[in-house]
């Protein structure tokens, strides 16, 4: 089994910051890439930014100069910094990892809620 936890949402002025963390925990022998995706109401889900194990990474249009994915493989988490935050940011929030288990394997975690909002 693997989990995934995540945390760092909540309510944010426009133009504020808050940083997402989302750490993977259970039967984990190798970890590919890691990233994060939203979705906000009556929206679909959107691939917002994610980091290979070599530390590429690969930003939605919406959010480049902004966000900033990083990861700590020694403790199997991923970061999102999101600064400069805009109304049109409010979303779910969702992490996920892929690892090695024979092929490529996708986990997910519980969603985090951020909205910006004066």
């Known amino acids: 089994q693997v989990q995934l936890v995540e945390s760092g949402g909540g309510l944010v002025q426009p133009g504020g910051s808050l940083r997402l963390s989302c750490a993977a925990s259970?039967?984990?022998?190798?970890?590919?890439?890691m990233g994060w995706y939203r979705q906000a109401p009556g929206k679909q889900r959107e691939k917002v930014a994610s980091?290979?194990?070599?530390?590429?990474?690969n930003y939605a249009d919406s959010v480049k100069g902004r966000f900033a994915i990083s990861r700590d493989n020694a403790k199997n988490t991923v970061y999102l910094q999101m600064n400069s935050l805009k109304p049109e940011d409010t979303a779910v929030y969702y992490c996920?990892?892929?690892?090695?288990?024979?092929?490529?394997?996708?986990?997910w975690g519980q969603g985090t809620q951020v909205t910006v909002s004066s």
């Open positions: 259970g039967s984990i022998r190798s970890i590919n890439a």
């Open positions: 980091i290979t194990t070599g530390g590429s990474t």
């Open positions: 996920y990892v892929d690892l090695v288990v024979g092929g490529i394997r996708r986990y």
